[in-house]
């Protein structure tokens, strides 16, 4: 091989440019996925919850309670008929049927 050859091959070689590997100091880091998409599916939540007998009877108070406690606005007597019968879920279910005839009249009677 010519030496003007030699040198040519030599300038190309250190002309080349190392591809960029995933985790090099050059390469841009892959994006963050966001808090919403590490969560588990919201499906997989309602079967955790409420996906057996047990579950459901542990995790329905709360909910319930969670829930009046959301709704502004309300008439502090049917408020409390509805307390009260999440105070008698899952444990008492034909007590809190028996308030129902009280949430029903007092709702009737805001209308």
């Not at 090099?24 to 969560?39: C, D, G, I, N, W």
């Not at 919850?49 to 406690?69: C, D, M, P, S, W």
Request: charge should be positive; aromatic fraction near 8%.
């Amino acid at each position: 091989m010519a030496l003007w050859q030699r040198n040519r091959c030599q300038k190309s070689w250190r002309n080349r440019r190392a591809p960029r590997q995933p985790g090099s100091a050059f390469s841009t880091p892959p994006p963050r996925p966001s808090y919403l998409e590490e969560q588990p599916p919201e499906g997989n939540a309602l079967v955790r919850l409420f996906g057996t007998g047990h579950a459901y009877q542990k995790n329905l108070k709360g909910v319930l309670e969670r829930r009046i406690g959301q709704l502004s606005g309300i008439d502090s007597t049917l408020k409390r008929y509805l307390e009260r019968g999440t105070e008698d879920l899952p444990d008492h279910p034909d007590l809190f049927l028996s308030n129902v005839r009280g949430i029903v009249d007092e709702a009737f009677e805001l209308m």
